[in-house]
């Protein structure tokens, strides 16, 4: 089966951390870029993080940079997002989309519905709360 699956979501305090997981079954992630995306209640999609299929060149929205750290094992079909210092902020669920065509500056500044991407998963919920 063709798909993309998330991972190491769960509640987490404000300032901890967390690992997330997009992992790959049916195709190969080395040739696509890879985002994170996350939507919380009531807000829009945003990119968060993106990285290019080779890992070379990688964006951050704003928020979450110096704290957050995308990475990818193509070895092992994986991308991952490291979350630190986490705030109530960033509770959301988070999604990870493979597509290939754009720069990762625009894939994660131009959120699309996640079925326009060539794949998508269904997400893992990130709640950050004392």
């Known amino acids: 089966q063709v798909q993309l699956v998330e991972s190491g979501g769960g509640l987490v305090h404000p300032g901890g951390s967390l690992r997330l997981s997009c992992a790959a079954s049916?195709?190969?992630?080395?040739?696509?870029?890879i985002g994170w995306f996350r939507q919380a209640p009531g807000k829009e999609r945003e990119g968060v993080s993106c990285i290019s299929s080779s890992g070379g060149t990688t964006y951050y929205v704003d928020s979450v940079k110096g704290r957050f750290t995308i990475s990818r094992d193509n070895a092992k079909n994986t991308v991952y997002l490291q979350m630190n210092s986490v705030k109530p902020e960033d509770t959301a669920l988070y999604f990870c989309?493979?597509?290939?065509?754009?720069?990762?500056?625009?894939?994660?500044?131009?959120?699309?519905?996640?079925?326009?991407?060539?794949?998508w998963g269904q997400g893992t919920h990130v709640t950050v709360s004392s």
């Open positions: 049916g195709f190969t992630l080395d040739r696509y870029d």
């Open positions: 989309v493979a597509d290939r065509g754009n720069t990762v500056q625009d894939m994660c500044l131009i959120p699309r519905f996640p079925s326009n991407y060539d794949y």
